[in-house]
């Protein structure tokens, strides 16, 4: 094993990925690593995490973060295969656009909404690059488990509050980096990370590879700060209605400490 080399749960915080090798940080070689995976067998892999869930064992029904959207014009920054913005056309909001790195989840989305009665503006294009979406335009733009895939977070934030109009709101849920730091064993949580390494790294899953960085929870929210939001609510807590469906290791990982957080700010 290379010294660099650690034990991570993965990005869905329902197991162990085994081996997880630091890399360099490179823009263009971590998209198109992400990118074949995503494009290939990245919902088989990873799953699939969309609203009304936030992530393991938090809910938009109990939430109730986006209120009302009947009207509203709402951007989903890695939108999947589109069952998060069936959700929002479903609650009826006026606009749906959505962007993703990879062009096969873009026509799994376009196929699921079509199949709907929906439609929505697609884009194609890493989140930190320009891509023609118009700013000062949306009411709402939210991530569910994509935010962390940035290889810029910075300039991500900074690119979402061009969208938004004035006290536009913005919407986002990630793995909890505590979660990513620790491992369940022998019915005891055991660290396997330090909490302040934000290297990234490269996990090999099934003949397919995903490179990631785990952040503080201070590096997003100062991130935020930058970009020019304010706070208005964070949830860390799981849902004990949701957790008590289920007995396994990761539901009881998840009563002891946070294994999803969700933001809410508001552009100033």
């Known amino acids: 094993m290379d010294n660099n080399s650690v034990n991570r749960t993965n ?16 823009r263009d070689s971590i998209h198109n690593t992400n990118k074949t995976l995503w494009d290939t067998k990245g919902n088989e892999i990873i799953g699939t995490t969309a609203l009304p ?8 029904e109990k939430c109730q973060l986006f209120g009302d959207v009947s009207g509203k014009k709402m951007l ?21 656009w959505g962007m993703d790195i990879s062009e096969n989840q873009l026509e799994k989305t376009r196929e699921y909404l079509t199949t709907c009665g929906l439609s929505a503006k697609l884009i194609c294009s890493p989140m930190e690059e320009e891509c023609g979406i ?4 949306f009411d709402f733009v939210y991530s569910i488990y994509a ?3 940035t290889t810029d977070l910075e300039g991500t934030f900074c690119r979402i509050a061009s969208y938004l109009k004035k006290d536009g709101v913005f919407i986002f849920s990630w793995s909890h980096p505590i979660h ?7 019915d005891m949580l055991v660290f396997k990370k ?3 390494d934000e290297s990234w790294y490269s996990v090999s899953l099934d003949e397919s590879t995903l490179t990631l960085s785990d952040r503080k929870l201070s590096t997003y929210v100062n991130a935020l700060s930058k970009a020019g939001f304010v706070i208005e609510q964070m949830i860390e807590e799981s849902d004990d209605e949701i957790m008590q469906s289920r007995d396994d290791n990761f539901s009881k990982k998840a009563k002891m400490l ?3 957080f969700i933001i809410k700010a508001r552009k100033l």
Request: proline letters at 3%; glycine letters at 14%.
């Open 194 to 196: 330090c909490y302040f």
């Open 53 to 60: 869930f936030y992530g393991s064992f938090v809910s938009e």
């Open 258 to 260: 946070p294994v999803t």
């Open 11 to 26: 990005i869905m915080g329902a197991g162990e990925v085994g081996c997880a090798i630091s890399v360099d940080m490179d």
């Open 180 to 186: 990513k730091c620790v491992v369940a064993e022998n």
């Open 76 to 96: 989903e920054i890695g939108c999947g295969s589109g069952q998060s913005l069936q959700y929002q056309g479903e609650h009826k909001a006026s606009e749906l």
């Open 147 to 149: 935010i962390g895939w």
């Open 134 to 137: 118009p700013e000062d335009y």
